[in-house]
């Protein structure tokens, strides 16, 4: 765990969750907590009034049951119920997709993830400007060259302000007071209808 902590932490630069794998496998771990409930509940409703009531080594087999049972339907519903709800998955349009539209996108490709490749750009074909290492979160670094098919430019993000304040009061207030002069504005109206009602009865 420690390891992993460590790695996660200090050494993976970024981490994309692209497939729906790591849903599904999420609503499978759900089962574990959601059978345990269903354990609890048979544990408790034992002996109560107008309900079945076991020995200490039935409900522990009861609970038992209750909790493997619940394991075995969900994991069956996840397999085939859930899929028959789900809609066909449209086009990527990989057909009219070309290379420079992609790395007009994304700025990691073949080239500027390989640092060898970017070593000769710079220094063995002296291209100006070479090709930019690609570095997640550093990609407003990266300089475009488009007669080497190098697409990618992006602004820097601007940086957080450390000093500003966790609520904008000042916001809060223009449109409280705009608020306020609505509801001014919308008062003799509604009071000229009703004193238009009044005088027809």
Not at 41 to 63: M, Q, R, S
Not at 137 to 150: A, D, I, P, Q, T
Request: net charge negative.
């Amino acid at each position: 765990y420690a390891l992993d902590h460590y790695k996660v932490l200090r050494c993976i630069k970024a981490v994309e969750y692209a497939g729906k794998m790591v849903d599904w496998w999420a609503q499978l771990v759900l089962c574990l907590p959601t059978g345990l409930m269903l354990s609890c509940l048979v544990f408790k409703a034992n002996c109560e009034p107008n309900y079945y009531c076991l020995n200490d080594g039935d409900t522990v087999i009861a609970c038992a049951a209750a909790f493997f049972a619940h394991l075995f339907l969900h994991t069956l519903c996840l397999m085939f119920v859930v899929p028959l709800f789900g809609r066909e998955a449209s086009g990527d349009d990989a057909d009219s997709v070309t290379y420079k539209s992609v790395c007009e996108r994304l700025a990691c490709s073949w080239f500027t993830s390989n640092p060898i490749y970017c070593l000769r750009s710079q220094y063995i074909y002296k291209h100006s400007p070479p090709c930019t290492f690609y570095s997640p979160g550093k990609e407003h670094l990266m300089e475009l060259n488009e007669e080497l098919g190098f697409y990618f430019d992006n602004d820097a993000a601007p940086e957080e302000d450390f000093n500003a304040k966790l609520v904008d009061t000042d916001a809060l207030k223009a449109n409280f007071d705009k608020l306020k002069a609505k509801l001014k504005k919308d008062e003799p109206a509604d009071e000229q209808k009703d004193a238009e009602g009044a005088a027809k009865v």
